[in-house]
């Protein structure tokens, strides 16, 4: 399709965000233009939609085509993501048209994890623990899918197997804030299981209001029954009363509950934004 400035918003920023965009500066008068535009138009239909041709004709939009300073056409831009990522100029064969391509397309085991992502973000978790147990089959080693799995055996009352799948993360998975978050969450829920009933706790915390530990250990409680809001009071009450306690023990929690309470995103904000306010 052609596309002008008035619509480039809608029809390639926003809609690189669900799939690649190729944007084809061109004009009537280019020789190379008119060879590539149908090698372009073939892969379209060849690759099934799995990203998406756009045109762009620099004498008719000549700002858009100084914003992506086409001095040489055929220019072929990348979008991704709303941002360009890569380019190429002149009529290239399809063999390199096709390469280049590939390279912006996601893995098979990357679009099974993207497609979990959409699936948890609609609410459909059976959906989600379908695609991420099929991206892990496709490659074991990846971990950005095994972590979101970690979280969602947590957030679905399966801490043991969350467990299990926690020990199967690479070393370098240990480089990613998400696999602290988790092993924190992890600990709180193994933790609860050896922790006194909650009654007691509350009967402690009544008795001596700064018996952090007892808060601590109410809050793995309430953790491991995904009672956020109520956990998360009590880890924010050990980081007014002693940010320190147990290396910071009640911040860091709380951090690993705003991604498991994630499905929740008002209350997340919240509470974000009570812990921000204690500690600065």
């Not at 926003?14 to 233009?33: E, H, I, N, Y």
């Not at 491991?224 to 290396?247: N, P, T």
Request: negative net charge; hydrophobic residues 45%.
């Amino acid at each position: 399709m052609d596309v002008t400035l008035a619509n480039f918003e809608s029809e390639v920023l926003q809609a690189s965000r669900d799939k690649p965009v190729l944007v084809d500066f061109w004009a009537p008068w280019c020789g190379p233009c008119r060879s590539l535009t149908p090698t372009l138009e073939k892969l379209e239909r060849d690759y099934g939609g799995a990203f998406k041709l756009v045109k762009v004709n620099v004498d008719e939009n000549q700002q858009l085509a100084a914003h992506f300073q086409a001095r040489s056409i055929p220019l072929v831009v990348a979008i991704l993501g709303g941002r360009p990522v890569d380019q190429f100029t002149g009529a290239m064969p399809e063999g390199q048209i096709r390469a280049f391509i590939d390279r912006l397309l996601p893995l098979p085991h990357e679009q099974e994890h993207q497609q979990a992502m959409a699936a948890m973000q609609a609410g459909d978790v059976p959906t989600a623990e379908k695609h991420l147990r099929a991206a892990l089959v496709l490659d074991a080693a990846y971990d950005p899918a095994r972590m979101d799995y970690v979280e969602l055996l947590l957030t679905t009352g399966r801490p043991e197997d969350a467990k299990a799948q926690f020990a199967l993360l690479t070393p370098q998975a240990k480089a990613d804030p998400h696999y602290a978050n988790l092993e924190t969450a992890l600990n709180a829920v193994e933790q609860a299981q050896d922790s006194p009933e909650e009654t007691e706790l509350l009967a402690r915390i009544q008795q001596n209001p700064g018996d952090l530990q007892a808060r601590l250990d109410l809050a793995n409680k309430r953790i491991a029954r995904r009672a956020w809001a109520g956990a998360m009071d009590e880890l924010l009450e050990i980081v007014r009363r002693d940010r320190s306690f147990q290396d910071e023990i009640g911040r860091k929690t709380m951090i690993a509950v705003f991604d498991m309470a994630s499905a929740q995103p008002e209350l997340v904000s919240q509470y974000r934004r009570k812990l921000s306010t204690v500690l600065f």
